[in-house]
């Protein structure tokens, strides 16, 4: 079981920068690649950027490509996303995502909101 706890969330004005975290619990967070997803109000959950169990591999919307960067420090059971430039339409609310094999755990989310 895998419990995972997303933070830095919050208001930025368009241009700005967040640094999002999920905390996972339990001692097998290496063996799991991980991603980011985001839902905004009235549309469908989209994928975001996801990063291997190792780091050495990431994934990007295009939408997000040369804006936003996935990393993960397995020491500390954590993986990020440096959020730069941030746009309006990058308000959504903000999902970690855990995955091994055909196991899939989900955090709670964090709100981004981007205020022109």
């Known amino acids: 079981q895998v419990q995972l706890v997303e933070s830095g969330g919050g208001l930025v004005q368009a241009g700005g920068s967040l640094r999002l975290s999920c905390a996972a619990s339990g001692r097998t967070f290496s063996s799991y690649a991980m991603g980011w997803f985001r839902q905004a109000p009235g549309k469908e959950r989209e994928f975001v950027a996801a990063i291997n169990w190792s780091g050495g591999s990431t994934a990007y919307a295009d939408s997000v490509k040369g804006r936003f960067t996935i990393s993960r420090d397995n020491a500390k059971n954590t993986v990020y996303l440096q959020m730069n430039s941030l746009k309006p339409e990058d308000t959504a609310v903000y999902y970690c995502?855990?995955?091994?094999?055909?196991?899939?755990?989900w955090g709670q989310g964090t709100q981004v909101t981007v205020s022109t």
């Open positions: 995502k855990a995955v091994r094999i055909l196991t899939t755990y």
